[in-house]
């Protein structure tokens, strides 16, 4: 059997998933908790106490904290929200494949995902909430985030290019699993059966609607 594109292209999502989609989890909870420790360095915890005290309303409420660390300005967010938080740290840009694991990595997230809000004084959701200098400690820490995030993004596209090499050297699927044996429940699950092969995509009677169908005589002499 002929292996096509898009047994290609979902054979090597898979195993960039397989390989990345764990880095991923990792970091995103790494960025969620950086989040949390940002909003405890500008709220301590009486004061944070003391606010959640206020009625209801009084406060204003936000998913993510306006910082400036090192004279860069960012949102943080505290829950996950796809590239929401990988745009923070990947500042020499995000390939569109490490997008793509992303989108798959939180779709086939089974755990339920909640909106995390924190409460915040008005002057501090308008504006930049909290400005720290380059060797503060968060700032530091920020920078490792962004340098694992980073790597991240280097080591999806080094992988990334290799497999679109790789798989495009073979031709069928036979030759890839003799050559690859270890991708063989990869390739497998992803071959149509006879049934979605044979089947057309509408039935024939509505193709022929379509495209009026069949042609008339004098239409194929002008024709």
């Known amino acids: 059997m002929r292996l096509t594109n898009t047994i290609r292209d979902r054979v090597r999502m898979d195993l960039l998933i397989r390989k990345f989609g764990p880095v991923i989890i990792e970091l995103d909870e790494k960025a969620i908790a950086f989040s949390e420790k940002l909003y405890n360095e500008l709220y301590d915890l009486p004061t944070q106490r003391k606010m959640k005290k206020l009625p209801k309303g009084w406060l204003a409420e936000a998913s993510s904290i306006s910082v400036s ?74 920078d490792k985030i962004t340098f694992a995030f980073e790597k991240l993004a280097e080591d999806v596209r080094e992988a990334n290019n290799q497999l679109i090499a790789s798989l495009s050297a073979i031709t069928t699927v036979k030759s890839l699993i003799s050559a690859w044996p270890e991708v063989k429940h990869f390739v497998q699950k992803h071959i149509p059966t006879n049934d979605d092969r044979n089947l057309p995509a509408l039935p024939i009677r509505e193709l022929n609607a379509m495209f009026d169908l069949p042609v008339e005589e004098e239409e194929k002499e002008t024709a």
């Open 69 to 142: 660390l090192a004279s860069k300005y960012s949102n943080f967010y505290f829950e996950s929200s796809e590239n929401l938080i990988v745009y923070n740290f990947c500042r020499r840009g995000i390939p569109s494949i490490l997008n793509d694991i992303i989108r798959k990595v939180y779709q086939n997230r089974t755990q339920t995902k909640t909106k995390n809000t924190k409460l915040f004084l008005a002057k501090d959701v308008n504006g930049v909430g909290l400005v720290l200098e380059a060797s503060h400690p968060l700032s530091i820490e920020c």
